[in-house]
């Protein structure tokens, strides 16, 4: 398992604990964040970029496979709303490698991991390309006016999602 931190940020050589803001996790307990690579194309936008990630779960109906992807060879999409994309071609992001043996599975869902002690990292990567990143990672990349019908969507269907940085997201138009 190979497990990452990305950043904007070029030059992270310590990743200390920070406590977390989340109420759901005790704020006394710093942490240090990881992401599995399976779920890391959800993160391999620029960091505040609203987005609407899913992937195909176990509990994944084929109808639901259908329904959101574009080709039975995807299995992982990434929306994000059309005034990003210029921020999405022009961002460069930085992989930053752990070893995961100090780390502990937060969410299998989400692929988080969490270590409780300073962690260095083993290797970093440069990407410049976020775009062509995604596609060699084989996702589906999808580009809208706004997130809120696909997050409705995605959340009452039976696939593996998250939702990141709404709050960054177009308002939501009533119709």
């Given at each position: 398992m190979r497990i990452f931190h990305v950043s904007e940020e070029a030059d992270i050589a310590v990743f200390e604990p920070r406590r977390p803001t989340r109420t759901d996790l005790d704020q006394n307990v710093g942490l240090?964040?990881?992401?599995?690579?399976?779920?890391l194309p959800n993160y391999l936008t620029p960091r505040d970029c609203p987005r609407v990630t899913y992937h195909v779960g176990s509990g994944t109906t084929m109808a639901d496979r259908r329904r959101f992807f574009s080709c039975s060879t995807v299995h992982h999409a990434l929306v994000i709303e059309r005034k990003w994309l210029k921020?999405?071609?022009?961002?460069?992001?930085?992989?930053y490698e752990f070893d995961p043996a100090p780390f502990t599975l937060q969410d299998e869902v989400a692929g988080y991991y969490v270590a409780?002690?300073?962690?260095?990292?083993?290797?970093?990567?440069?990407?410049?390309d976020l775009l062509d990143e995604?596609?060699?990672?084989?996702?589906?990349?999808?580009i809208t006016d706004t997130l809120w019908d696909i997050a409705e969507a995605v959340q009452s269907s039976t696939l593996n999602w998250s939702l990141c940085r709404m709050s960054f997201a177009q308002p939501r138009e009533d119709l």
């Open positions: 240090v964040w990881a992401i599995d690579e399976a779920r921020r999405l071609r022009e961002t460069v992001l930085y992989m409780t002690t300073t962690q260095r990292p083993q290797a970093k990567y440069r990407i410049d995604l596609v060699r990672r084989n996702v589906e990349i999808r």
